[in-house]
């Protein structure tokens, strides 16, 4: 089965500063890669998401880069805002068979303001 | 309405105890999911529904029993669970099963066994 690795584990910050946060993936099959952002008593919401036939994707302040090659994707956020502090959970599954997602570990971002 | 609901927020029960957890959605969406999530713990997939027939059992203890009455309500059944069932548990709902389908994920129950 597929294996996500994620990291940092935690991630601290300056207010304004970038954050950068890297996963990679064991099967070459995957080609569906969301980051989840989960605040504290929530469940996970979808930032954004990238699909293996596209290198990079943007959103406002938040991007994600996949290198096929290499098996890993990365979740950058730049200008960070105190809001932008939770776990952040990257995943990985493929488009045929049954939707599983297949999750990092865990990000734990903190925003210092 | 792209918001997917459950009850309680809350549950405390005993081992012997039997309780079930609700969750709702009115997005049109066939797919529905149990995830478990531990403290500081990515969530694990426990069960799958598609078009209300179940599509994936995780190899998942019988003391837990999912149901699904309709397309909208996704039950977790639970009776004589242990303490280590103690964890957030999940419900997410996405248009189909399989595919690049967006999950939409509850608020999740937190559940304390004693």
């Known amino acids: 089965g597929e294996n996500v690795e994620q990291h940092p584990s935690t991630l601290s910050v300056q207010e304004g500063d970038s954050a950068v946060i890297k996963c990679t993936y064991s099967?070459?099959?995957?080609?569906?890669f969301p980051w989840y952002k989960q605040e504290l008593g929530k469940g996970p919401q979808l930032i954004i998401d990238i699909r293996s036939n596209v290198g990079e994707k943007k959103d406002q302040r938040i991007a994600v880069t996949l290198n096929k090659t290499a098996k890993h994707f990365s979740l950058h956020i730049t200008e960070t805002q105190p809001e932008d502090s939770a776990v952040y959970f990257c995943?990985?599954?493929?488009?045929?068979?049954?939707?599983?997602?297949?999750f990092g570990t865990g990000t734990r971002l903190t925003v210092i303001p | 309405d792209t918001e997917v609901t459950q009850t309680p927020k809350h549950l405390v029960m005993g081992m012997t105890n039997k309780k079930s957890l609700k969750c709702e959605q009115h997005m049109g969406h066939r797919a529905m999911y149990w995830y478990k999530q531990k403290a500081k713990k990515p969530p694990e997939l426990m069960f799958v529904y598609s078009y209300e027939k179940l599509s994936i059992n995780e190899s998942v203890p019988s003391r837990f029993s999912p149901e699904c009455p309709n397309s909208s309500l996704l039950n977790l059944h639970l009776h004589a669970l242990q303490p280590e069932d103690s964890a957030l548990y999940l419900c997410?709902?996405?248009?189909?099963?399989?595919?690049?389908?967006?999950?939409?994920f509850g608020p999740g129950t937190r559940l304390t066994v004693l």
């Open positions: 995943a990985a599954t493929k488009q045929t068979g049954a939707n599983n997602l297949f």
């Open positions: 997410a709902s996405s248009l189909r099963a399989g595919g690049f389908y967006e999950q939409f």
């Open positions: 099967d070459s099959a995957s080609n569906y």
